[in-house]
């Protein structure tokens, strides 16, 4: 089965600058990579996605790249700010006929200090 | 337009109870999702659902059962609960649409501690 690795477990960086978070996935058939975030006590929510016919997908201080060849994909935060602040996962799947089994990532700690 | 919602919030439960979480979602959509969140460990599928009376095993199902009688309604059933199954649950659900969505929409968890 699918299994996702997520790097760095935790991350600080100060206001202003860039985070990158990076994980890998081991299913070459898995098709879609999304992102998502978690504030303390809340619920997760999609901030992007990716599919596999896609390399690169912006909206904007955020992107995500996808390097199918590598198997990973990454999400890159500019000029971050305080409330970037939480937990971020990554995840992947296969999107199909019947179902989305997303897989993810262990979740990355980010702190953007002020 | 509520969402997902899950009923309880919160619940703490002895050594060999039983219990039901409810899912509910307002959106019509097909599939259904049970996962459950632990520390340094990310989410992981519990069960999911594909229509109204289909349900399958995720990763992680012994020790739960599911129903889905409506296809608004998902529940998943503790029989026997054991500390190990401490932990936060989320719903979540998703829709097939034209071309296929992948996009989970969740819910706002249950915390359940089994003592």
């Known amino acids: 089965g699918e299994n996702v690795e997520q790097h760095p477990s935790t991350l600080s960086v100060q206001e202003g600058d860039s985070a990158v978070i990076k994980c890998t996935y081991s299913d070459s058939a898995s098709n879609y990579f999304p992102w998502y975030k978690q504030e303390l006590g809340k619920r997760p929510q999609l901030i992007i996605d990716i599919r596999s016919n896609v390399g690169e997908k912006k909206d904007q201080r955020i992107a995500v790249t996808l390097n199918k060849t590598a198997k990973h994909f990454s999400l890159h935060i500019t000029e971050t700010q305080p409330e970037d602040s939480a937990v971020y996962f990554c995840a992947a799947s296969r999107v199909e006929e019947y179902g989305n089994k997303l897989v993810f990532g262990a979740g990355t700690i980010l702190r953007v200090k002020s | 337009n509520a969402g997902v919602t899950q009923t309880p919030k919160f619940r703490v439960l002895k050594t060999g109870q039983s219990m039901t979480l409810l899912c509910a979602q307002d959106?019509?959509?097909?599939?259904m999702y049970w996962y459950r969140q632990d520390p340094g460990m990310g989410l992981r599928l519990i069960h999911y659902?594909?229509?109204?009376?289909?349900?399958a095993k995720g990763e992680v199902p012994d020790g739960y059962n599911v129903s889905r009688l409506k296809k608004q309604n998902f529940l998943l059933g503790l029989e026997s609960a054991a500390p190990s199954q401490t932990s936060v649950y989320f719903c979540a659900s998703s829709s097939r649409g034209v071309v296929l969505s992948g996009e989970q929409f969740f819910g706002p968890g249950t915390r359940l501690t089994v003592l």
């Open positions: 959106m019509n959509h097909e599939y």
């Open positions: 659902s594909v229509g109204e009376g289909t349900t």
